[in-house]
Structures are given as C-alpha cells and as structure tokens.
C-alpha cells in the first residue's frame, strides 16, 4: 500500500486507536426514502461530529451534504438493482472511480455477494473495481451482503470476508453473528460491522459492543442510529463504545443522557 492510500485509509480507521465509527446512509442506493433519511442532510448533520466516516452515495452528497463540512467520505460505488426488483443485490459499477477522486472520497464501498446467484458477476465487479481504485491510492471496503437465502453464520461469514481480503479489500464490512473471533482471525485486513435491521437500542449497543470485543474495528451503521428516536444518543453511545471502550450499561446512559 503506497503513501496516499495509507493517508486515505487513516482517515476511514483512526490512527489513533485503530478503530472507527462510520456513519451509513448509503440506502436509497437500493431502497430510495428510506424511514429516517427522507431528508438526509437534516438527520446526517447534527451526527456528523461523533463518526469518524460518513458512507454515502455520490448524489446524496451532491444533494444532501454541505461540501464545507470535514468529514472523510467513503462512497458506495455499487449498485444496479433495487428492494422491489427480481435479483436484489445482482450488483456492478455505479460510480466511476474519477467521479469518486472528484467527490474527495477516502474510500469507496462495493458490494459482494458471495454464494448468491450472481456472486460471480459482483466479484468480478468488485476486483475490477479494486484495480482502478489502486492505480490512484483509494482504499476498498468490500460489503459481504448476505442474500435472504444465505445463513448468517461465522462459517460463512469467514468465507465472504477472507475472499474479500484475498481478492483486494483494504477494510472488510460484515455482519455481526456467534463466533465472530473466527471471522476476524481468519480475515487479514479489517473488519467492521453493519448494523442492519432496527434492534431495540440496548441490544444494538451490545452488538457493537461484542463485535469490538471480537476484534471488529468498528462499525457501519445506520438503521440502529437514524431510525432511533435518539439519533444523537445512539451516535454518542457508538462512539463511547468504540472510542472509549464504554460498557453496554455506560453507553446506555450515554443513550438516555
Ligand atoms: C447496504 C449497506 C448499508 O450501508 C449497510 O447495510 C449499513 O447500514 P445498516 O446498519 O442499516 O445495516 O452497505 O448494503
């Protein structure tokens, strides 16, 4: 990794403590007005000082976020299909990789859906994808979705993020599940966790919690924070638990306070 792309890198995953919280609000990709990102710049403004990364879709930031603002971007650059259509997630390019050096990203996110009908098609995308990203120094975050047919499991869970690492990820994003150790011994870069579906606030702060407990970096989440009726609180509560090594209790009362 040269020195521009380590730079970049360092500014998705602090230097500082090796870990990161980042924002996502990259849905309408796939889902469009998603409930909580109706109006994104509104909810997304006042968090933007306890994440360390917002990931986004280049027109919400060309529509939704003040180019003023100081926080590093890591840019969805996959995409192609839709929640309502027949092969969700049958993801390729979306976003050129001028495009995301022309929107200042620190990194870019793509899609790979690994034992899926069409895992073949999205990780050759992806390693496409990894090379032009390299000829400029541009970090990758690979995002292991996980089709509804798929088991979420630490057995397959390992397998997508080590293909992942092995075919080019700087930072890995999957899903928290039992057993997490294995998948972040066996992954050679990384690794952070979405948060997915909206869990009841202790529970997604015990999530975060265990997953930084297992080795995770961090994490990228978004419905668990803007779908909260405390954005704010879930924000700080994160950032206490991967920042300052809070407890669930602690960052509970962060939530509540
Ligand atoms: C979609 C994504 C989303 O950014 C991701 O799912 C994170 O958001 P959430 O915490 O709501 O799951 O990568 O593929």
């Known amino acids: 990794m040269d020195w521009g792309q380590r730079n970049r890198l360092s500014k998705i995953i602090r230097p500082k403590d090796g870990r990161t919280v980042m924002l996502a609000v990259d849905h309408g990709y796939f889902m469009g007005p998603t409930s909580g990102l109706e109006q994104l710049g509104a909810m997304v403004t006042p968090l933007l000082r306890y994440a360390d990364t917002l990931m986004v879709t280049r027109g919400s930031l060309r529509h939704y976020i003040d180019p003023d603002v100081d926080i590093p971007i890591v840019l969805r650059v996959s995409g192609g299909t839709s929640i309502i259509g027949k092969e969700l997630l049958h993801e390729g390019t979306v976003c050129s990789i001028e495009d995301a050096i022309r929107l200042n990203a620190s990194g870019v996110a793509y899609s790979i859906m690994v034992g899926a009908e069409f895992e073949r098609d999205t990780i050759l ?6 090379d032009e990203a390299q000829r400029y120094g541009i970090p990758v975050v690979a995002v292991t979705a996980v089709g509804k047919e798929m088991v979420r499991d630490a057995r397959y869970m390992s397998l997508a993020s080590r293909m992942a690492a092995e075919l080019g990820a700087d930072v890995v994003k999957t899903y928290f ?8 011994e066996c992954c050679p870069v990384p690794v952070v966790i979405a948060g997915g579906k909206k869990l009841p606030e202790q529970e997604a702060l015990q999530m975060a919690y265990d997953a930084i407990h297992a080795g995770a970096v961090g994490v990228d989440m978004g419905r668990n924070i803007f779908q909260s009726p405390n954005p704010v609180g879930m924000m700080k509560a994160i950032h206490a638990i991967v920042h300052k090594n809070a ?7 962060v939530f509540q306070s």
């Open 247 to 253: 407890t669930v209790k602690e960052a509970f009362a």
């Open 177 to 184: 599940v039992k057993g997490f150790e294995n998948v972040v």
């Open 125 to 130: 995308g992806f390693t496409q994808y990894v």
